[in-house]
C-alpha cells in the first residue's frame, strides 16, 4: 500500500521560506515522477512544480517559478520543495503526489489522472 505523508507546512512572515518535505513508501521511490499542488480556499487543485523519475527534468508553474525549488532524495525516499520569497498568496494547502506508472517524466505526471496524494500539509504566509 502507498503512503504519501507531506510535513514541514506552517505560518511563516512574507518573504521567509518553508521547507516542505513528502516521504513515500509502498514503491521503489527512485522509478516515479513527482510533484507539488496547492489548493486556495474554494478551488480546485493546481500543480506548481514536478519533476520527472530522473530528477533530471522539473517543471514550474509561473506563480512560483524563480522562488521555488522541487528536489528529490531516493535513499530517504522524500520529496522536498523548498519555498523562499513566501507571499501571502501563496497561503494554501500543499499537496505532494507521485505517478502511479513507472519512468514518466514530469509532463506524463501532470495529466496523468491517477496519482498516490498526501493529505496535505497547510501553508500561511503574513503580510
Known amino acids: 500500500q502507498v503512503q504519501v505523508v507531506e510535513s514541514g507546512g506552517g505560518l511563516v512572515q512574507a518573504g521567509g521560506s518553508l521547507r516542505l518535505s513528502c516521504t513515500i513508501s509502498?514503491?521503489?521511490?527512485?522509478?516515479?515522477?513527482m510533484g507539488w499542488f496547492r489548493q486556495f480556499p474554494g478551488e480546485e487543485r493546481e500543480a506548481i512544480s514536478a519533476?520527472?523519475?530522473?530528477?533530471?527534468?522539473?517543471w514550474y508553474d509561473d506563480s512560483v517559478k524563480g522562488r521555488f525549488n522541487i528536489s528529490r532524495d531516493n535513499p530517504k525516499n522524500t520529496l522536498y520543495l523548498q519555498m523562499n520569497s513566501l507571499k501571502p498568496e501563496d497561503t494554501a494547502t500543499y499537496y505532494c503526489?507521485?505517478?502511479?506508472?513507472?519512468?514518466?517524466?514530469?509532463?506524463?505526471?501532470?495529466?496523468?489522472?491517477?496519482?498516490?496524494w498526501g493529505q496535505g500539509t497547510q501553508v500561511t504566509v503574513s503580510s
Open positions: 503526489a507521485a505517478e502511479t506508472e513507472k519512468y514518466g517524466g514530469y509532463y506524463s505526471f501532470l495529466i496523468a489522472e491517477d496519482k498516490y
Open positions: 509502498g514503491l521503489t521511490f527512485d522509478d516515479y515522477a
Open positions: 519533476l520527472s523519475w530522473s530528477g533530471r527534468n522539473t
